[in-house]
T-cell receptor
């Protein structure tokens, strides 16, 4: 497909378990972002990759959360020792260039999200 | 989304105009965005405005920016039932990522 894809679309896990969420950005997009959207809230920034490196991880809530993008394309968000408060929709977005490319607003294209439920 | 505030709900009749309002707190924001979210779908960028502009029009959409009051609005002309969705205002500060409001649910009745 031409858009951002995320798998799985839904994930139910038990408290304390480990989960991985995957994001496939649009081909050719060098920038990738993870956001978390809790019920009734807007998306909240977690981490931003430019290429393979995490350029800004200031939104990660604690050290249970980690993300990688080893080849500069697909990214995986990893959550250890999940807690009920981690339940949310995890959104991934990609954009053509780095944030510093400002001329056209540097549109971020969002995937449909992964709904994580921690029981 | 604590830096960006929106009213939570708006109900209009089909054919009327809708106006969704947003306030933001950071005067250094460079771009302001409106996104649309439909159930089960990803966020869709509707339009954006650069901070040195007052107005931007794109077909049925008009964005007004009052930088002095840090107020942004989205007007949808001739609102249709297909416009029913949640609309998010977002700000971008310099080279940082996006900060979203909590969203305004727009309900369009026939």
């Amino acid at each position: 497909g031409a858009g951002v894809s995320q798998t799985p679309s839904n994930k139910v896990t038990e408290k304390g378990k480990y989960v991985e969420l995957r994001c496939d950005p649009i081909s050719g997009h060098t920038a990738l972002y993870w956001y978390r959207q809790s019920l009734g809230q807007g998306p909240e920034f977690l981490i931003y990759f430019q290429g393979t490196g995490a350029a800004d991880d200031s939104g990660l809530p604690n050290d249970r959360f980690f993300a990688v993008r080893p080849e500069g394309s697909v990214s995986t968000l990893k959550i250890q020792r999940t807690e009920r408060g981690d339940s949310a929709v995890y959104l991934c977005a990609s954009s053509l260039g780095p944030i510093a490319t400002s001329g056209a607003g540097n549109e971020q294209f969002f995937g449909p999200g992964t709904r994580l439920t921690v029981l | 989304g604590e830096d960006v505030e929106q009213s939570l709900f708006l109900s209009v009749r089909e054919g009327d105009s809708s106006v969704i309002n947003c306030t933001y707190t950071d005067s250094s924001s460079t771009y302001l965005y409106w996104y649309k979210q439909e159930p089960g779908a990803g966020l869709q960028l509707l339009t954006y405005i650069f901070s040195n502009m007052d107005m931007k029009q794109d077909q049925r959409l008009t964005v007004l920016l009052n930088k002095k009051d840090k107020h942004l609005s989205l007007r949808i002309a001739d609102t249709q039932t297909g416009d029913s969705a949640i609309y998010f205002c977002a700000e971008r500060k310099g080279y940082s990522t996006l900060t979203f409001g909590k969203g305004t649910m727009l309900l369009v009745s026939p």
